[in-house]
């Protein structure tokens, strides 16, 4: 039996569904490990592998235990690391973040130096190493903050060019200051450095999914929000011109942030503009999979290769992501 569409009467779906084979000839598409960039968090010390709380599985590691971790995530079948760095201490000008031998250069450099062939990105933002927690150079405003959009972007290009220095693969500002990409751009060039890609977090919204995750870096704002930079979940619009701006002063890979509750803004960003695609899928979008999963109340495996399967359809070239190494795991089962 075959349902008539009216329009198509001789199309008939369920022709190609009838086998495993006939259903892979005809899909359109699919995940492969090497689509996949994992997420880790370095800090400090020796022999450091502090778990994250509200992110089982995931963990804050001093740079031995990285290594053994991105061992393992080689092993796995991921190329891919994007690093968050746990300073030791932080100040109103997030010195840490751009300090030659600060906690992500020097990660960098270690890692590089194991695992050559590995693709090293670093998160550029200052959140992490600012005494406030803001992304940027701010000035308390009533209850919220607002951010010095123009004199925080110095600190950005510094920053990307010493990660760049230290051997990165990839830079990704994440702060959401307007005409970071083009500051970062030149601060790269002109150290020589014309040849290391801006991954930009084009479209990054202001959004409750970012929570566990400032606990895993320890970089919740101390007032205030992050509404004064990042985005407004209402706008599609709005993030696409964000995007163009981004295109415009130099980014090489648009990212969209989070994944799965914006993937209509995944397809018009890859539809729009055909640049590589990446969807972070963030850590609340992480953390609900995973509590549901230890209540027994969802099959974690069939809901994570589903929903990033989703990311891709909507567009995503790369998918960022704290389940990287199961998802290539499982691909290889
Ligand atoms: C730093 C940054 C954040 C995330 C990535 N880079 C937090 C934020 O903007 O508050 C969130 C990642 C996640 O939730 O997994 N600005």
Not at 133 to 153: E, F, M, Q, R, Y
Request: neutral net charge; glycine residues 8%; hydrophobic residues 45%.
């Amino acid at each position: 039996m075959s349902i008539s569409t009216g329009k198509f009467p001789e199309y008939r779906p369920r022709r190609l569904r009838g086998s495993v084979a006939l259903r892979a000839l005809v899909r359109e598409n699919e995940l492969n490990a090497r689509q996949l960039i994992l997420p880790l968090f370095v800090r400090g010390g020796r022999n450091v592998r502090q778990a994250i709380g509200s992110m089982p599985g995931c963990f804050q590691l001093s740079i031995d235990q990285l290594i053994k971790e991105v061992a393992s995530t080689i092993e796995a079948g991921v190329g891919a690391v994007l690093l968050f760095g746990i300073p030791e201490a932080k100040d109103e000008k997030a010195s840490g973040a751009y300090a030659a031998n600060g906690i992500v250069q020097k990660a960098v450099r270690a890692l590089k130096k194991e695992f050559p062939e590995l693709l090293v990105v670093t998160d550029v933002c200052l959140c992490e190493y600012m005494s406030h927690g803001h992304c940027g150079l701010v000035h308390a405003h009533g209850s919220g903050a607002i951010v010095k959009n123009d004199p925080t972007l110095k600190l950005l290009a510094r920053t990307a060019a010493s990660h760049a220095e230290a051997g990165a693969d990839i830079v990704a500002p994440s702060d959401m200051m307007d005409g970071r990409v083009r500051a970062i751009r030149e601060e790269l060039d002109r150290r020589g450095l014309d040849q290391v890609p801006i991954m930009s977090y084009a479209v990054k919204f202001a959004s409750a999914f970012y929570g566990p995750f400032r606990e895993a870096a320890e970089s919740a704002p101390k007032f205030g929000d992050r509404r004064s930079y990042q985005m407004d979940a209402a706008n599609g619009n709005e993030a696409m011109r964000e995007a163009a701006l981004d295109v415009a002063e130099g980014a090489d890979i648009l990212m969209v942030k989070p994944a799965l509750a914006y993937l209509d803004l995944i397809y018009r960003v890859k539809t729009e503009f055909g640049y590589p695609t990446a969807a972070y899928a963030v850590s609340a979008e992480y953390s609900m999979i995973k509590a549901a999963a230890e209540k027994g109340w969802i099959d974690e495996k069939a809901i994570v290769l589903e929903s990033h399967l989703a990311m891709r359809r909507a567009g995503a070239d790369i998918l960022i992501t704290y389940w990287a190494r199961e998802i290539a795991r499982w691909l290889r089962e």
